[in-house]
């Protein structure tokens, strides 16, 4: 097959593959225009900005990919496509390991702010007042959860107005469940009554999503091989290749054909190692 016409090939199915992610987001936007715009949209940059991922975490995906593309340009001699495309796998992993990370941080500070709810009802019930129980649930706390609390605490005692503080710290992360304890907090301070009920009920909806979510994540193990699988296979099938016959496969890479159909190879494990990424991603 002559370079040209596979050259031609590859920018159209770019150019499908393109049309299609543009109608699959079309229909996403059209889908969530009418939901408000909590989580899913700031999410990524609320997580960087408050707390729950390291700059080192944001900056790991590029790190990755520069340095792959760089090194594959010194020692592969197969030309700068087939660069791009090692840059843009490696770039792709960091993606899936900055994503585990954070999401195993964000199951962590969940499962900690359950804890110190159940502290708190257990407090209350002795008869200590709101504040004193915050203060002790503040100290038993441990990071990434006691900076969040020792702030509420710290606002809380320099005489802040608490429904509106409330509702100001509801936002100081893009998870339900902050969401979920601030505003009962918040609702019952407004309304009045005992807060022990209320947050004994928050504490118990909050650890069955901890538990949701690490059966989830348990069940998605089988993804994740997946992943790792698809990249492993296929460069021990190379190496085999190599090994039994190493002339015909630097024949065939050293060829523009050869090149461009590694590269797409290298691109496809990229955009299935997404794919199956996405799939195993379940929002509750």
């Known amino acids: ?23 699959r987001q079309s229909r996403h936007e059209a889908a969530v225009s009418r939901i408000p715009t909590l989580v899913a949209q700031e999410g990524d940059r609320l997580l960087r900005h408050r707390g729950l991922e390291r700059p080192w975490e944001t900056l790991l995906p590029w790190i990755l990919g520069i340095a792959a593309y760089a090194l594959a340009t010194a020692f592969v001699p197969l030309g700068a496509v087939f660069a ?4 843009f796998l490696f770039w792709v992993v960091g993606q899936l390991v900055r994503s585990a990370i954070v999401g195993s941080r964000t199951l962590k500070i969940e499962q900690q702010l359950a804890e110190a709810i159940d502290h708190m009802v257990t407090s209350l019930h002795a008869g200590i007042g709101v504040i004193d129980a915050l203060a002790s649930a503040e ?55 005992s807060l022990a009920p209320t947050l004994a009920t928050t504490g118990r909806f909050i650890r069955d999503r901890v538990e949701l979510g690490r059966r989830i994540r348990a069940q998605s193990t089988e993804a994740r091989f997946s992943v790792l699988a698809i990249l492993g296979l296929t460069y021990f099938l190379a190496g085999l290749m190599y090994s ?27 955009l299935g190692a997404i794919w199956i990424a996405r799939m195993s991603r379940v929002r509750y």
């Open 244 to 270: 039994i016959d190493p002339s015909r496969v630097t024949g065939f890479l050293g060829t523009r054909i050869g090149e461009l159909a590694a590269s797409f190879a290298i691109v496809m494990q990229a």
């Open 139 to 193: 100290r038993d706390s441990r990071r990434p959860l006691k900076p969040y609390l020792a702030q509420f605490l710290l606002r809380l005692q320099l005489g802040e107005d608490p429904p509106s503080l409330c509702r100001e710290m509801a936002e100081s992360l893009p998870l339900e469940s902050f969401r979920l304890f601030f505003y009962a907090m918040g609702v019952q301070w407004e309304g009045g009554g």
């Open 84 to 87: 791009v495309a090692i840059g």
């Open 1 to 23: 097959m002559p370079s040209s016409l596979l050259g031609a090939l590859l920018l159209l199915g770019g150019a499908v593959a393109a049309a299609w992610w543009w109608f």
